[in-house]
């Protein structure tokens, strides 16, 4: 019969647990410190450095439990079904697969033979005066009050999973040392405290009259159990008048999580002790016939052991903890990080860039730019006044529309001016009208890097000013040197539009007067020449040739 329960609780739990196999989720944040103890921040903080690959192991919750089943006293006398047992437990977690609990248990077990016997009588039935007729037969029972107070340790077995983040149910194995307090009773006497007369029960001789044997003798006798069974005296510790023995046992486990906090188990766990009277009864060898003990000699030791069966209830308690790690995969973070990375240190790409503008070679449309030119971005030479001339090569970066086209070194030839026009066909060009006679042109001097005009450079300019207003058909060629370097080329160009801008800013001279030269070679550096340009050609303006190098007043 009780075969047939643990299998009928055993196939229900089975099959609940086929259908609670999906995920339930993913892990904890690893970068949450508040669920990191203090002891284990050093080791948080240098893993949010990147100065140690491991998260630390986050707090998390302990868990309570409740139970009760069926206890039962595997011994010398049969046990009679059903028997009550339960306990409560705590429980904490020392690792993803690892973790300690403390349990208290209570059971009741009770037993019945079917078999009688005159011989081999215990010293607990001879002082109620059996072994005599007509009194010579007893059917040994028995009642045991038993509870222990145990240390396991628990090992679970498929938290960690490789094809999904978590499951909601969980296998774990038991084992552990303990120490077992019990007290064991016999029904010897009946409701008027006499001796029961065994005589009228029909014996059975073989295993299939049990049944009617076991009837008889439940009839006969009553729930008293009032007799102290035979025990080993002071041979044995003793607590509260119960026997003390210590006890290893072990068993295993399945629980199936209800929500982050609540969980159901039902579990099985088997004790061993050192003694042979749990059932009241100890083993003799010449009990022949007893299938369960088919071996031994007499008076030879065959020490009982009981068994656990329960079904319960765990909480978990704990605030900014996570669930129990026995709860939780270890792998979740790791596949997650790998999928979408949110803490990993990841190396800088490195694009090869063949010609070193700066724009990768997967994206560059003119993968083999010179060194230094100026590009777009997609590695293309710019040629910032489109007459299909690049920058690099471009002496004259921006030429106007109605100069182009241009020729290879992208210089472009001007139509004349409609003012040159009228007189030439006038018949002037060729005279006086035609002629430039302003002379000879001072220079300007600067001192170090500067590119300012100090006030004596602005009174040669405002002569220079002078002169150009009274000759009119006069263009005026401004130069500068240096093209050593580019910061030389930079220098020169900031100094001649400083000359420029300070004639046509502050003297009122057009700035379609003056050809805006630099970065010429053969003259000093730190003077910008000023001549007649009327016979030359060139713009009033030019781009900066290196904008980052300028300098500023």
């Given at each position: 019969m009780a075969i047939k329960k643990y299998t009928a609780l055993i196939g229900l739990l089975c099959l609940l647990a086929s259908g609670s196999y999906a995920q339930i989720g993913t892990s904890y944040d690893v970068q949450d410190s508040s669920l990191i103890t203090r002891k284990r921040l050093p080791q948080h903080n240098e893993f949010m450095n990147n100065a140690y690959p491991f998260p630390a192991k986050p707090r998390n919750q302990w868990e309570?439990?409740?139970?009760?089943?069926?206890?039962?006293?595997?011994?010398?006398?049969?046990?009679?079904?059903?028997?009550?047992?339960?306990?409560?437990?705590?429980?904490?977690?020392?690792?993803?697969?690892?973790?300690?609990?403390?349990?208290?248990?209570?059971?009741?077990?009770?037993?019945?033979?079917?078999?009688?016997?005159?011989?081999?009588?215990?010293?607990?039935?001879e002082a109620e005066g059996y072994g005599v007729a007509p009194f010579g037969i007893v059917f040994d029972n028995y009642r045991t009050v038993m509870k222990d107070l145990n240390l396991q340790?628990?090992?679970?077995?498929?938290?960690?999973?490789?094809?999904?983040?978590?499951?909601?149910?969980?296998?774990?194995?038991?084992?552990?040392?303990?120490?077992?307090?019990?007290?064991?009773?016999?029904?010897?006497?009946?409701?008027?405290?006499n001796p029961y007369n065994f005589s009228s029960i029909t014996v059975a001789n073989i295993y299939k009259e049990r049944k009617e044997t076991k009837n008889q003798l439940k009839d006969l006798l009553d729930d008293s159990y009032e007799t102290p069974a035979e025990t080993d005296g002071d041979a044995r510790a003793k607590l509260g008048g119960n026997t003390l023995l210590g006890n290893f046992h072990f068993g295993a486990g399945m629980a199936f999580r209800v929500s982050p906090r609540v969980n159901l188990a039902v579990e099985n766990r088997f004790t061993v002790t050192k003694n042979d009277l749990l059932d009241g009864q100890r083993w003799q060898a010449a009990r022949t016939g007893n299938p369960e003990r088919p071996f031994g000699s007499i008076l030879t030791p065959d020490y009982d052991t009981y068994n656990y069966f329960t079904v319960g209830a765990n909480f978990n308690l704990g605030g900014k903890s996570t669930e129990p790690l026995y709860w939780m995969n270890p792998l979740d973070y790791a596949y997650n990080e790998l999928n979408a990375p949110k803490h990993m240190k990841l190396p800088k790409p490195i694009l090869d860039d063949a010609d070193g503008d700066g724009v990768t070679d997967q994206f560059d449309l003119e993968p083999n730019t010179p060194a230094n030119a100026p590009v777009d971005s997609h590695g293309v030479s710019k040629d910032t006044d489109g007459d299909g001339v690049p920058d690099f090569k471009d002496k004259e970066l921006i030429t106007p529309t109605q100069c182009q086209p241009v020729d290879a070194d992208g210089i472009g030839k001007c139509p004349e001016p409609a003012c040159c026009k009228e007189l030439r066909e006038g018949g002037f060009i060729g005279g006086s009208a035609s002629q430039c006679n302003i002379g000879d042109l001072p220079s300007i001097s600067f001192t170090g890097r500067t590119v300012s005009l100090n006030n004596d450079s602005k009174a040669v300019l405002a002569s220079v000013a002078e002169k150009i207003r009274t000759n009119p058909n006069c263009r005026?060629?401004?130069?500068?040197?240096?093209?050593?370097?580019?910061?030389?080329?930079?220098?020169?160009?900031?100094?001649?539009?400083?000359?420029?801008?300070?004639?046509?800013?502050?003297?009122?001279?057009?700035?379609?007067?003056?050809?805006?030269?630099?970065?010429?070679?053969?003259?000093?550096?730190?003077?910008?020449?000023?001549?007649?340009?009327?016979?030359?050609?060139?713009?009033?303006?030019?781009?900066?040739?290196?904008p980052n190098l300028r300098r500023r007043n």
């Open positions: 309570v439990g409740i139970k009760g089943g069926l206890f039962n006293i595997f011994g010398d006398v049969p046990t009679v079904f059903p028997t009550f047992g339960g306990g409560i437990h705590v429980r904490k977690a020392l690792g993803y697969m690892f973790s300690l609990r403390g349990e208290f248990m209570y059971g009741v077990g009770k037993g019945l033979s079917w078999k009688g016997r005159g011989s081999g009588i215990n010293k607990a039935w340790a628990i090992i679970s077995f498929n938290n960690i999973r490789f094809h999904q983040a978590k499951s909601n149910w969980n296998a774990y194995g038991i084992v552990g040392l303990g120490a077992s307090w019990y007290k064991t009773n016999i029904n010897a006497l009946n409701d008027g405290g005026i060629a401004v130069i500068g040197y240096g093209e050593s370097s580019k910061s030389a080329q930079q220098l020169s160009w900031d100094r001649v539009n400083a000359v420029i801008n300070y004639l046509v800013e502050q003297e009122g001279i057009s700035a379609d007067r003056f050809i805006f030269k630099y970065g010429e070679g053969g003259g000093d550096p730190n003077t910008v020449d000023l001549r007649d340009g009327t016979a030359e050609e060139g713009p009033n303006a030019v781009p900066a040739p290196h």
